[in-house]
């Protein structure tokens, strides 16, 4: 006769795998509900920015400045914004990682658990930020595409 051996705990194991799976869906929906809503909120800060500056981009196209001037002038200060932020998001990420790896981690676990953030993950969530922070500007953009010059100068 053939003897078979029953593995103990494989349907639990199952189960906290799914449930697992169910949890990280879940916080990666989180993750990108806030991604897209600090890229909105970036956009609606470049937006305003061109709002109070908009007189300023008026009197530089009284001067002769052209369209792509104007582009290029936000365009840089949407870079400046996005590179500082992902700077000071990426240190700060690390250094509290560090804090966890270095000080809560060895007094909750007597193992040797540290937790540890791929460079290629945040490479492409940076990249995807840039991204969506560009298309969230384009409101910026349409803005001193349709600017009237005369009409700005005149209030």
């Known amino acids: 006769p053939s003897i078979q051996f029953k593995i103990v705990g494989e349907k639990t194991k199952q189960n906290m795998n799914k449930t697992i799976d169910k949890i990280e869906f879940i916080l990666f929906l989180f993750a990108l509900i806030a991604i897209l809503s600090s890229c909105f ?17 008026a009197i530089e196209c009284a001067y ?11 365009f ?15 240190n700060l990420l690390y250094g509290f990682v560090t804090i966890l790896n ?4 060895p007094k909750l676990f007597a193992s040797s658990f540290y937790i540890s953030i791929p460079f290629m993950l945040v490479s492409v969530t ?28 005149k209030r």
């Open 41 to 57: 909120m970036i956009g609606e800060i470049m937006y305003l920015f061109v709002e109070s500056h908009v007189k300023d981009y």
């Open 64 to 74: 002769g400045a052209r369209r792509v001037q104007l582009f290029k002038q936000l």
């Open 76 to 90: 840089y200060s949407i870079i400046i914004v996005v590179v500082v932020g992902g700077v000071v998001s990426v």
């Open 102 to 105: 270095k000080i809560v981690l």
């Open 126 to 153: 940076l990249a995807g930020a840039f991204i969506l922070v560009i298309i969230s500007a384009l409101a910026s953009f349409l803005r001193i595409s349709h600017l009237n010059v005369a009409d700005v100068l």
